[in-house]
């Protein structure tokens, strides 16, 4: 596989190893560290329920957001709802780090994924963590990135290079996906010069764009990180209002790339679904339809048998909250309209059927109120999430 991932940008090295968490024997464990220090940013579920590494890492980038080293992500354990002893497993973990890598403890950032209510076994994670430090490597993105996964089906890497500077990225996500920043969690890295407050803006509207509208089953997780780190190498600092921009679409558009691999990568998914909800009065109403469709049952069922019932469609969008009117409406799968002024068009079924039969599935929906739009990624529904879901942990 082509490096695309964390260590694409220069004075990154990544590596992953097993260190017995999974009951397999695979990769479970991911290390990625800078040559130097980083600035870093972050943003968290908004679940009230938050694992151990969520509150650790943001007690850590209140603190400590220009001199981040180093994140470590464990998999096959969530370290979430373990109390006490999960927050002191989550500083054991920094500190073990920190010795076998030679920084401060309140340089490491963690991360973890699995299940929950489980306690972390942290002599494997010591472990795992020294194995790690040697074998720590420019060409280690990738196999960090497996380490990753958990009922993922494959890894998502995504890189950009410009002349200026580079951005690379790895995410982990199948199920548990409803990002308000799903278990969701991804590892950004550049080599430009920024300021963490700079960093921390762009982060955000990145993540509004891309992160932020994606959904595969409804589910916030407990563990929910995006992290994002900035160690300068390039020599290219990001400094005036043009150099932000520039950085924050490319920032963008690492972040929408690793999320729609996430959306297409959903339990037991068939088809990816993009949803485009325009005509609203403002883009906080069209996101809101967006996800009432997308976060739909009945809509998602139907994709996966091919049904194409619109009447599910035009009812999410009148239960999301959002003032609309039918009359105003016009639905679209694919290029066929299916729905116009409140009434169904006179169009083929068997073309409307064609066009949610396909791999990919494309969905608008125009309300007929303003000029605001916005795009939501997901995937469809099938049998085979309730088959992973309904058997989790055994």
């Known amino acids: 596989m082509m490096n695309q ?29 800078s040559e130097n220090d980083c600035a870093g940013a972050g943003v968290f579920t908004t679940n009230r329920v938050q694992a151990a590494p969520v509150i650790y890492d943001k007690e850590i980038l209140g603190k400590n957001r220009d001199a ?23 500083r054991d973990t920094a500190r073990a780090a920190a010795n076998a890598l030679g920084c401060r403890a309140n340089q490491i950032l963690i991360l973890s994924t699995g299940v929950i209510g489980v306690r972390l076994d942290i002599a494997k994670v ?19 990135s497996k380490a990753i996964m ?38 950004i890295t550049t080599d430009a010069k920024i300021s963490p407050a700079r960093l921390d803006r762009a982060l955000r509207i990145a993540v509004e764009k891309s992160f932020n509208r994606i959904s595969v089953d409804g589910d916030m997780s407990t563990n929910d990180t995006l992290l994002v780190l900035a160690n300068g190498a390039s020599g290219y600092e990001i400094s005036n209002a043009q150099d932000i921009e520039k950085f924050t679409e490319a920032l963008t558009r690492v972040a929408t790339d690793l999320a729609k691999q996430v959306a297409r990568d959903g339990e037991g998914a068939t088809k990816f679904v993009e949803i485009v909800v325009s005509g609203a009065r403002a883009e906080k109403d069209a996101a809101r339809v967006a996800k009432s469709i997308a976060n739909s049952p009945l809509v998602k069922t139907a994709i996966y048998g091919a049904d194409a019932n619109w009447g599910r469609v035009v ?28 009434t169904p068009t006179q169009y083929n079924d068997a073309d409307a059927t064609r066009a949610i039969s396909n791999a990919e599935v494309f969905i608008r929906l125009d309300l007929g109120m303003g000029e605001a739009s916005t795009t939501m990624w997901t995937c469809d529904l099938s049998h085979d999430y309730v088959t992973i879901n309904g058997k989790y942990r055994t």
């Not at 080293?69 to 497993?89: F, K, L, P, Q, Y």
């Not at 308000?180 to 969690?185: F, I, K």
């Not at 909250?321 to 729905?339: I, Q, R, S």
């Open 126 to 144: 010591r472990a795992g963590i020294a194995q790690g430090a040697k074998s720590l490597s420019s060409e280690g993105g990738n196999d960090a």
């Open 5 to 33: 991932s964390v260590t694409v940008p220069k004075g990154f090295k990544a590596t992953g190893v097993a260190c017995g968490l999974k009951k397999t024997n695979a990769l479970d464990l991911a290390l990625i560290a």
């Open 315 to 342: 009812c999410a969008a009148g239960y999301s909250g959002v003032e609309v009117e039918p009359n105003k409406m016009a639905l679209w799968f694919g290029d066929v309209n299916v729905f116009k002024n409140g």
């Open 68 to 90: 981040i080293h180093a994140v470590v992500i464990n998999s096959g354990c969530a370290n979430a709802c373990t109390g006490e002893d999960g927050m002191r497993d989550a």
């Open 150 to 187: 958990t009922t993922d089906t494959r890894p998502k890497v995504f890189a950009i290079r410009n002349s200026q500077f580079a951005i690379g990225g790895m995410a982990k996500g199948a199920g548990m996906i409803h990002p308000n920043m799903a278990t969701l969690l991804s590892v």
